[in-house]
């Protein structure tokens, strides 16, 4: 069975541009999680999926994130414009139920550095 | 007060020994406790899971819950150098899908 998989894995882009993160679940995983990691500090969530809809977004810092998952598939992280605090690992998790007794698996997540 | 708390280590222990790592927390209401363990540049991956007050046994790791005193412990025995890696407290408390601590490091020694 493959795992999450993330891409890119290292994504390096100046302050403004936009840059797109990718997931792709577990098959037949219908929850989907986003979570962001900056450095020194602890995985913080950002976004919860049940297949196409959006369950909870409490964790989106601001407008600029824009998370999708047309279909109930993949998903895909947009940050427009980025910023330098935007900077750290975003990962993706995902599981069959939702999360109070099903435990997430978890991508090796994307790296992204903000110039 | 963090919500999750964690000693971020160094953690040592010498091969074969028991390595104890403890996670303490804020809120009452925390209904589900994770361990996760992660290699530096590697995806999280789930080591244990616990809900119950009490012990929970899988092979070397011991996962143990005290809700009164708020606080998750996990054993590993018979620690190995490949057990050397971050460990990751996390919960769940009916608001945040997961909630996690900063992480423990561990090195056992050869």
């Known amino acids: 069975e493959a795992g999450v998989t993330q891409f890119p894995s290292h994504s390096v882009i100046e302050k403004g541009q936009t840059v797109t993160l990718r997931c792709d679940p577990i098959?037949?995983?219908?929850?989907l999680y986003w979570y962001r990691r900056v450095m020194g500090k602890e995985i913080k969530f950002l976004l919860h999926f049940v297949k196409e809809s959006k369950q909870d977004e409490s964790g989106m810092p601001n407008n600029r994130f824009l998370a999708e998952r047309t279909g109930g598939t993949y998903s895909t992280l947009k940050v427009q414009p980025a910023e330098l605090e935007d900077s750290g690992v975003y990962f993706c998790a995902s599981s069959p139920t939702g999360p109070k007794n099903q435990p997430q698996h978890f991508g090796d997540g994307t790296r992204l550095s903000i110039l | 007060q963090k919500e999750v708390e964690q000693n971020s280590g160094p953690l040592s222990v010498p091969e074969g020994a028991i390595a104890s790592l403890n996670c303490t927390y804020s809120?009452?209401?925390?209904?589900?406790f994770f361990w996760y363990r992660q290699y530096s540049g590697k995806s999280p991956e789930l080591i244990m899971f616990i809900y119950s007050n009490g012990d929970k046994e899988d092979g070397r790791f011991t996962a143990q819950l005290n809700k009164a005193s708020q606080y998750v412990s996990l054993l590993i025995r018979d620690s190995q150098p490949s057990d050397s890696a971050t460990y990751l407290c996390a919960l769940y408390s009916g608001n945040t899908p997961l909630v996690f601590g900063k992480g423990t490091r561990l090195s056992v020694i050869a």
């Open positions: 098959s037949g995983h219908d929850n």
């Open positions: 809120d009452r209401g925390s209904q589900s």
